[in-house]
T-cell receptor, first 111, second 110 residues
Framework: DAKTTQPPSMDCAEGRAANLPCNHSTISGNEYVYWYRQIHSQGPQYIIHGLKNNETNEMASLIITEDRKSSTLILPHATLRDTAVYYCIVRVAGSNYQLIWGAGTKLIIKP | KAGVTQTPRYLIKTRGQQVTLSCSPISGHRSVSWYQQTPGQGLQFLFEYFSETQRNKGNFPGRFSGRQFSNSRSEMNVSTLELGDSALYLC?????????FGPGTRLLVL
């Protein structure tokens, strides 16, 4: 599976959109991009995933560049409860779940 | 729909003992994976089970083992505990293309 690169930390003001970047320059055509977040000492929470097209759900939007080498997770109106470590992971569609987790991005929402 | 559940949530053991952790996946999910999370190493894959068969295994010593039952519930066992086994152990179940995590079991080895 391809590796991903994320900034170690980011700040965002409460109520503003939080944009978290992820680089996955070696991604293959059949690899999904997944985003999870982990609030301190809890299990990771699934946020969203996508293959080629942009995706949106009740939690966030996922924007994938046309060349698929990078993506951005957008939390449209960040709240203090969105403070967490956000992980970007790639995985071959239909494969097993031996996922490689990086260090993620520590997102701090400030009042 | 109930989420992934793990028991116990907290556990204290001493070196040399063994421990068994339990995971109940989301109904209908046949894939169950286990991860170890420590401050120094982050999230590391232990193994994945699918339909009672170990489908993949991470780079952990043989002291770490697991199994899956016909109802997809899974257990992992760690024998001869070491201080370095202190960690948050996470279970995740998956169906189709999405994996969901449980709250974890926090193990402290003294």
């Amino acid at each position: 599976d391809a590796k991903t690169t994320q900034p170690p930390s980011m700040d965002c003001a409460e109520g503003r959109a939080a944009n978290l970047p992820c680089n996955h320059s070696t991604i293959s055509g059949n690899e999904y991009v997944y985003w999870y977040r982990q609030i301190h000492s809890q299990g990771p929470q699934y946020i969203i995933h996508g293959l080629k097209n942009n995706e949106t759900n009740e939690m966030a939007s996922l924007i994938i560049t046309e060349d698929r080498k990078s993506s951005t997770l957008i939390l449209p109106h960040a709240t203090l409860r969105d403070t967490a470590v956000y992980y970007c992971i790639v995985r071959v569609a239909g494969s097993n779940y031996q996922l490689i987790w990086g260090a993620g991005t520590k997102l701090i929402i400030k009042p | 729909k109930a989420g992934v559940t793990q028991t116990p949530r907290y556990l204290i053991k001493t070196r040399g003992q063994q421990v068994t952790l339990s995971c109940s996946p989301i109904s209908g999910h046949r894939s169950v994976s286990w991860y170890q999370q420590t401050p120094g190493q982050g999230l590391q894959f232990l193994f994945e089970y699918f339909s009672e068969t170990q489908r993949n295994k991470g780079n952990f010593p043989g002291r770490f083992s697991g199994r899956q039952f016909s109802n997809s519930r899974s257990e992992m066992n760690v024998s001869t505990l070491e201080l370095g086994d202190s960690a948050l152990y996470l279970c995740a179940s998956a169906r189709q293309e999405t994996q969901y995590f449980g709250p974890g079991t926090r193990l402290l080895v003294l």
